[in-house]
């Protein structure tokens, strides 16, 4: 008789890494910054519309979805915060100042694909950030945007790599919570679709490629390019913007007998096919299509389709359509060999890509993503089926509206606005994204020819260059530039930066290690380096003001400073190398620029945030409000 041995599993253990503590630590000082006096500074212009109509949600009169106000997630985050601790000034930016919170932890996330490095920066970038600080404590959508916009991102990847189909759940989640947020989600998809489509057609049939492009081009042709330009109204105004044979565009009321059509005159023709202008041309057709606080479904589609009859939007629909069935016969219908489709034979290869994209036809796993996906839209653009026909108007209210607006070009910015802002407040993350952008294309170039498959950690930095470049040009395309607006192209420009950085320091790390760690002469540089700069920056304070006697030299101790530790970086070079010596500079360099970003953090959020002498502050309150 044998006895027998029972055995239990062995409990892992938490080990708590230096990293885990540099987390921790980012955690701590993130709740600090952005919980400390959130209630102080005077509500902004917007965030006082947004306040009372959380408000009205939380006191019980109701919300409908109204595209000028964007999506109903901010309000209803809003009013929860109001139901947990009361309504004031300070409660109606804690919701928002948690989602600051949790998006400077997404970084974590991703530490294997950018690295544990990078990831890190990415984390204390962020929490450091004027920008992500000031609109992180801003009572606004952008924040709640940004977050599921890094989510949206993580769990692609994630699926991509894991197949683990709880990513892809998570992904159509919050990208629909992306959509009851901000109209911001069309430029997002805008931004990654073309990426997912050429991903795909790549390794499947690379002629898709190209009838994917020319769907692309058809659509883009038929919104912005082949109509024409309406004449302006006989008395312009902000509301009206186009004008008609017949008076101002009136809004169509059941029943619809009574209607008389009004078209728009035009000034100048399409070109091609001498096309007149689109419905959208006209902000009074815009706002007739976002005042919809009814449910007559027949008038509001009639109004829709207003817009969708016009000649270049109904053949682009129809070309489009014709298109994606011509792709979708030639990849998954055509027989091309022994009986097989394209995708039938593609499936056969071993790439991980393909695996990726057959994984989401198993269990049904898109149908039950996108089901999930659809919950949260529904409720919350139907204000939990109370006003049902928000469900259609959360997708054609918001763009027809906002399509609008890039012609009204609220806020009359020029096209180089967030270059601007990015460059006063960020000029750290811009030149490290830049080096890092220069960087991800040198090692793509010599990865694919020679005919070899980038690694995760390529890919996703070849990502996050997409990424930063397609959110600069088409938010800086847009018509309408706000300043926390800045958010959106830097969240990427971020992640590339810091992608970058953590490549540059753990070479740097290596050739360290490599060298014998001539630890004295990186910390000579790196002290008199930090003391030089404190020097510098106390000057700095000095000279900047105006009754100094010596202001003349405010432009000079920046560049002083830059010498002198040009000269002290030199001076060690023989003893460290020339790549530790350069690493030297550049950390000191970044240090500098570090210390002027955190500068500028402490100033628009804590003494100056509610008046506009700072460019990130626009419309402000006085603070006379508050007092």
């Given amino acids: 008789m044998t006895a027998k041995i029972s055995t239990t599993p062995a409990v892992k253990s938490i080990i708590l890494t230096w990293e885990h503590a540099a987390y921790l630590a980012i955690l701590v000082l993130s709740v600090i910054t952005r919980l400390w006096a959130v209630g102080e500074r005077a509500l902004h212009h917007d965030e006082t519309l947004h306040a009372e109509y959380s408000f009205s949600l939380f006191a019980g009169y109701g919300f409908v979805h ?11 985050m809003g009013a929860f915060s109001y139901f947990l601790f009361g309504d004031n000034d300070a409660t109606a930016r804690l919701s928002p100042a948690l989602f600051s919170i949790a998006l400077g932890m997404t970084p974590f996330l991703l530490r294997r694909e950018i690295g544990r490095t990078g990831a890190l920066f990415a984390s204390a970038i962020m929490l450091f950030s004027p920008v992500f600080l000031y609109i992180g404590r801003f009572f606004r959508h952008d924040i709640y945007a940004v977050l599921f916009e890094v989510l949206v991102l993580i769990s692609l990847i994630r699926y991509a790599r894991q197949r683990d189909p709880r990513w892809l759940i998570l992904g159509a989640v919050t990208f629909s919570l992306m959509l009851t947020t901000l109209e911001t989600a069309y430029l997002y998809l805008a931004i990654f679709l073309p990426v997912i489509v050429v991903v795909f057609f790549w390794d499947v049939w690379r002629p898709g490629i190209v009838i994917a492009g020319a769907i692309g081009i058809v659509i883009v042709s038929a919104a912005f390019i082949l109509p024409g330009k309406p ?44 096309l007149g202008p689109l419905e959208t041309a006209d902000n009074a057709y815009a706002l007739c299509v976002r ?20 000649p270049a939007i109904l053949g682009g629909m129809i070309l489009s359509l014709i298109g994606a069935g011509a792709l979708w016969y030639l990849v998954w219908r055509q027989k091309v060999s022994d009986g097989l489709t394209r995708w039938d034979i593609a499936k056969q290869q071993p790439s991980p890509i393909i695996s990726a994209f057959a994984s989401l036809g198993q269990d049904r796993r898109v149908i039950t993503a996108l089901g999930l996906g659809f ?3 529904a409720l919350f653009f139907s204000s939990f089926f109370s006003n049902p026909i928000g469900i259609v108007s959360g997708t054609t209210g918001s763009l027809l509206y906002w399509l609008a607006q890039h012609e009204v070009k609220r806020g009359g910015q020029p096209d180089h606005y967030y270059a601007v802002i990015l460059a006063i407040y960020q000029p750290l993350v811009v030149i490290a994204a830049v080096v890092s952008a220069v960087i991800v294309l040198q090692r793509a ?5 020679q005919g070899l498959t980038p690694s995760i950690n390529l890919a996703t930095g070849m990502l996050f260059t997409w990424w930063s470049v397609g959110a600069f040009l088409i938010f800086s395309w847009a018509g309408e530039k706000m300043p926390w607006l800045t958010i959106h192209p830097l969240t990427p420009l971020t992640f590339l930066a810091a992608w970058g950085m953590g490549q540059l320091i753990d070479a740097w790390i290596n050739e360290y290690r490599e060298r014998g760690r001539p630890r004295q002469s990186v910390l000579t540089v790196i002290g008199f380096s930090a003391i030089l700069a404190f020097i510098a920056t106390i000057m700095m304070a000095i000279a900047i003001s105006p009754t100094a006697n010596f202001a003349w030299m405010t432009p000079w101790i920046p560049v002083l400073l830059i010498v002198l530790v040009v000269l002290l970086c030199l001076s060690h070079a023989k003893n460290i190398g020339p790549i530790l010596s350069l690493g030297m500079l550049v950390f000191v360099f970044s240090g500098i620029l570090a210390l002027h970003e955190i500068r500028s953090s402490w100033r628009i959020n804590y003494i100056t945030g509610e008046t506009p002498v700072e460019m990130l502050v626009y419309t402000q309150t006085s603070p006379e409000a508050v007092r």
């Fill in 66 to 76: 109204d595209p000028l106000l964007h999506g109903p997630f901010l309000y209803i």
């Fill in 231 to 274: 004449l302006p109204p006989m008395n312009p105004s902000e509301n009206v913007t186009g004008g008609r044979e017949n008076g101002n565009y009136q809004c169509p009321r059941s029943p619809l007998e009574t209607y008389i059509e009004n078209p728009l005159r035009v000034a100048e023709p399409g070109p091609i096919f001498g």
């Fill in 291 to 310: 005042h919809q606080a009814d449910n007559d479904w027949v008038a509001y589609l009639f109004k829709v389709w207003q817009f969708f009859r016009h």
């Fill in 375 to 377: 919950i949260p839209y």
């Fill in 445 to 449: 170039y010599t990865v694919i020819r």
